[in-house]
C-alpha cells in the first residue's frame, strides 16, 4: 500500500519556540493532504485540509497564525506550530489522499510533541 | 452535522471472533472505512466499502454495510494478539472531503 511519512516522529519543545513537523507521500502523488490532532485515548479531530499550492482550509476553531500549513509540492506538508504552549502537546497525525484512487486515505505514523 | 458512533471496548478470545459495530448519521456518506491504530503508531487503513455495496471480504476481515440502517460492522475471523488495537470507523461523503472518524473500539484480545 501506499506509505506516508512523518519527521520527526516525536519531539519535546520548550515554550514559546516553533516546531515544524513534515509529512511526505513517500511513493504516490498527493494533491490533499490532512491534519490531524489526537489527544490521549480520544478520536482524531481534523485541523486542516491542505491542498498543494493554495492556502490550507482551517476548521473551525483552529487558529490558522498559530498551525501553519505549507503544501509546497505533491508530496511534502508541513505543520509549524508556532510560539508553542503546553496545552499544544499532543499527537499529531497526518494523512495524504492518493492523486490516482482518492477515497483512499493513507496516515502517517504521526508525531508526538510535548511542550514544556 | 456528521456523527459516527461506537462502542468503546470489546474483548474477546484468541480464535473466536470479533464484531466491531459502528453507526453513522450522514446518509450521503459515500465512503466508509476502517482503520486500525496500534499503540503509539498511526492509523492503518485496514479496508473499505462504497455505499452501494452490503459486504466486502478481504481474508479474516468482513465488513457489512446496512445502508437502512446507517449501520456499519466489522468482523474478523480467528481473532489473534496480534489484533488488539484500536478500531476506527471512518466516513466520508465524497473522494474529496475529509473523514469524521468515530471515538475507537479498544479491541482486546485475551490468550
Known amino acids: 500500500g501506499a506509505v506516508v511519512s512523518q519527521h520527526p516522529s516525536w519531539v519535546i519543545c520548550k515554550s514559546g519556540t516553533s516546531v515544524k513537523i513534515e509529512c511526505r507521500s513517500l511513493?504516490?502523488?498527493?494533491?490533499?493532504m490532512f491534519w490531524y490532532r489526537q489527544f490521549p485515548k480520544q478520536s482524531l479531530m481534523l485541523m486542516a485540509t491542505?491542498?498543494?499550492?493554495?492556502?490550507?482550509?482551517?476548521e473551525q476553531g483552529v487558529e490558522k497564525d498559530k498551525f501553519l500549513i505549507n503544501h509546497a509540492s505533491l508530496t511534502l506538508s508541513t505543520l509549524t506550530v508556532t510560539s508553542a504552549h503546553p496545552e499544544d502537546s499532543s499527537f499529531y497525525i497526518c494523512?495524504?489522499?492518493?492523486?490516482?484512487?482518492?477515497?483512499?486515505?493513507?496516515f502517517g505514523p504521526g508525531t508526538r510533541l510535548t511542550v514544556t | 452535522g456528521e456523527d459516527v458512533e461506537q462502542s468503546l471496548f470489546l474483548s474477546v478470545r484468541e480464535g473466536d471472533s470479533s464484531v466491531i459495530n459502528c453507526t453513522y448519521t450522514?446518509?450521503?456518506?459515500?465512503?466508509l472505512y476502517w482503520y486500525k491504530q496500534e499503540p503509539g503508531a498511526g492509523l492503518q487503513l485496514l479496508t473499505y466499502i462504497f455505499s452501494n455495496m452490503d459486504m466486502k471480504q478481504d481474508q479474516r476481515l468482513t465488513v457489512l454495510l446496512n445502508k437502512k440502517d446507517k449501520h456499519l460492522s466489522l468482523r474478523i475471523a480467528d481473532t489473534q494478539t496480534g489484533d488488539s488495537a484500536i478500531y476506527f470507523c471512518a466516513e466520508s461523503v465524497s473522494g474529496n472531503t475529509p473523514l469524521v472518524f468515530g471515538k475507537g473500539t479498544r479491541l482486546s484480545v485475551i490468550a
Open positions: 491542505s491542498n498543494e499550492g493554495s492556502k490550507a482550509t482551517y
Open positions: 494523512s495524504a489522499r492518493s492523486s490516482g484512487y482518492s477515497y483512499e486515505q493513507y
Open positions: 450522514d446518509s450521503s456518506s459515500t465512503y
Open positions: 511513493d504516490f502523488q498527493a494533491t490533499t
